[in-house]
């Protein structure tokens, strides 16, 4: 009989309780969690006193956060898996790297590349010949098409449409609902429809 896979959630926000949903789905069990605010659950320097070896998954929805916990969860030699919710559609020559969520009914098509910490939430679709750059947020219900480039850090609003062979930027955001028919560069927010920069102006 197979052992049951344990794992541990880094963080205890709604967002963590959405990823540990997804973990026990993919058939691990909640060992534990981790949290620096949270008094009921162990900061990261206890917790590397109780558990020197352990399997964790990222529960932060932000960015910077994010990639900056994955830096220190591989640097003390933890392994970070990434999560792929049952119901998800992953073509087989899609790469998803560690620390990546894919969550509920999202389709992941031919030959894209889901780079490490990225999260693709619920009903996402990533058309084929995409790739998501390291810590990247793609909202829910957020489509795009096939060859489009999101760059490392940046967050795609819920619901936002990207037409093929766009690249969006590092550490860019697009405003939920938006339409992007055009590039758009590092470090912009941008709107609309269709989406147009708003900062910088």
Excluded at 6 to 32: F, K, L, N, P, W
Excluded at 141 to 159: D, F, K, Q, R, T
Excluded at 176 to 186: T, Y
């Amino acid at each position: 009989m197979e052992q049951t896979k344990e794992i541990y959630i880094y963080g205890i926000s709604g967002h963590g309780q959405v990823v540990a949903d997804i973990a026990t789905a993919c058939g691990y069990t909640i060992a534990g969690w981790i949290d620096d605010g949270i008094n009921t659950s162990p900061d990261w320097e206890t917790f590397i006193q109780i558990h020197p070896s352990s399997a964790i998954v990222l529960g932060v929805g932000n960015n910077l956060i994010r990639a900056q916990l994955a830096k220190k969860i591989l640097q003390n030699g933890y392994t970070l898996p990434a999560l792929i919710h049952p119901s998800a559609v992953i073509s087989p020559s899609a790469i998803i790297a560690q620390g990546a969520v894919v969550m509920p009914l999202c389709v992941v098509n031919a030959h894209a590349n889901i780079e490490q910490g990225v999260i693709i939430n619920s009903g996402a679709i990533i058309e084929h010949d995409c790739t998501i750059g390291e810590f990247a947020h793609i909202s829910p219900n957020v489509a795009l098409a096939g060859g489009v480039s999101i760059g490392a850090m940046s967050h795609i609003g819920i619901g936002s449409s990207v037409i093929q062979n766009i690249t969006i930027g590092k550490n860019s955001i697009i405003g939920a609902g938006s339409v992007v028919i055009h590039n758009i560069p590092d470090e912009c927010t941008a709107i609309g429809v269709p989406c147009k920069p708003i900062y910088p102006e």
